[in-house]
């Protein structure tokens, strides 16, 4: 079954800290992987997207990992702020073009003064 | 700039109402997707368009049908609205020849219903 699971559901860190986020798929055949950001109200936009050849991909402070051989993939935030404070979806795609999305449910991260 | 509007950002209506909810894209997207959005579910595809006057179900299309009559106008229509029905709803496009990852979202309609 293709699914997408990311941990943790939640997580408060303090401004300036550091922070990992998960992603386990299960989704095949893959065709690349997106880290969404979502501010409260907001619709996602995307923060950064993978392929199968990439390993690592960064977007200022955001670093994106993907192994492709045990499915994973991480969002690494490096020296916090306020405004990272928002929910972040690890999107899979499936097949090409006419292919489909497969959506975790998100890590609601807050980040505190 | 990609631009996708959504025309409300909130929205009451009470059970058994006819709901309109509207998207518009300003960049000759040919696919517009409808998804709604709940805690602790994430993102659910309703239903896509590959071009005006195409649809196709998405995941969840029960209690949902669309209209695309223009090419930049993608339409979601609740029937008759119920209470299972308040949610988030978010549209989106995709530009052609991209990948279906390569989605555009606009700010959503928080839609209530009573």
């Known amino acids: 079954k293709n699914q997408v699971e990311q941990s943790p559901q939640s997580l408060i860190i303090l401004e300036g800290k550091n922070c990992t986020l998960q992603c386990n798929y299960t989704v095949s055949p893959f065709s690349n992987l997106r880290w969404y950001k979502q501010d409260t109200g907001r619709g996602p936009v995307s923060l950064t997207i993978m392929t199968f050849s990439e390993n690592t991909k960064s977007n200022g402070r955001y670093t994106a990992t993907l192994d492709a051989d045990t499915k994973q993939s991480s969002l690494h935030i490096t020296a916090s702020q306020l405004s990272d404070s928002a929910s972040y979806i690890c999107?899979?795609?499936?097949?090409?073009?006419?292919?489909?999305?497969?959506f975790g449910r998100g890590t609601q991260l807050t980040v505190w003064p | 700039d990609v631009k996708v509007t959504q025309s409300s950002r909130y929205l009451v209506k009470r059970t058994g109402e006819k709901v309109f909810l509207e998207c518009v894209q300003d960049m000759d997207h040919e696919n517009m997707f409808w998804y709604r959005q709940d805690p602790g579910l994430g993102l659910r595809l309703i239903y896509f368009?590959?071009?005006?006057?195409?649809?196709e179900k998405g995941d969840i299309p029960e209690g949902y049908s669309v209209s695309r009559e223009k090419k930049e106008r993608f339409s979601l229509i609740l029937e008759s609205a119920s209470t299972n029905q308040t949610s988030m709803y978010l549209c989106a496009s995709k530009p052609p020849g991209q990948g279906v990852s390569t989605q555009y979202f606009g700010p959503g309609t928080r839609l209530t219903v009573l």
């Open positions: 368009s590959y071009d005006v006057k195409m649809k």
């Open positions: 999107v899979v795609s499936a097949g090409s073009t006419l292919g489909r999305l497969y």
